[in-house]
């Protein structure tokens, strides 16, 4: 069995965290480390973080000296990774106990370095929402228009991330990351099962519209390296997308 490694960023999530850690410690594939990220400077939550960490030896906790984001504290729980797989959670996500398992044997079976999942999207009661279903991205005009991978279904190869990050921006960082593996022929495969339950709240940072709006630009005029006319009319795509979601 390969080792995951799991990726937590932790940023004043207290309320969710413990169930968030016990839905990737429970998984039916055990064979796994996990890798909090803390990343709040004040240590409000530091105390409990450790409790936490301290019930399972497959945890473990990796303090920022400041804050620097959930982009950069993943880059930094992929460098201190020993798994051959890599995974990633939000510290507010809950994961169905087979998810690990089905998407394993999913890559096993067709041969692939990279896949994401279908997900339910639930409110901070843990209420549903609505879905999202996942498919197959082959190229970069894919996916382009429409950040449609959740971040915490993805499970991907560690060689296939290779020296490729996540950007420094606030929001939509992995959108980034996703799009730059597709320009290298990378390519990403859904597995159409609802494993993850993604939790939308009020105060996250994918809840703020006019951050999304920054970030959206950034994504196609600085990483892209689109002109102007160009960021705005897939900002405009992207936009309209998510108004339709």
Known sequence: MKLVSVIIPYFKKKK???DTLNSVLDQTYNNLEVIIVYDDPEKTDLDYIKKLVSLDERVKLSINDKNIGAGRSRNKGIEQS???ILAF?????????NKLEEQIKFMQDQA??????SYKIINEKGEFISSRKARNFMTINDLIKSCDIGLSTVLI???????????EIKTKEDFV??????SKDIRIYGLDKELVLWRKTKNSLSSSLFQKMIDGYKVYNIYMKYNMVKSFYYLLCLSINFLKK
Do not use: R
């Open 82 to 84: 020993k798994g051959m």
């Open 157 to 167: 190869e560690k060689d296939t991330i290779g020296s490729n990050k996540f950007p």
């Open 177 to 182: 990351l996703w799009l730059q593996l597709l």
């Open 112 to 117: 692939i370095t990279f896949c994401h999942t």
């Open 89 to 97: 959670v939000d510290a507010d996500d809950l994961w169905l106990k």
């Open 16 to 18: 969710y965290i413990a």
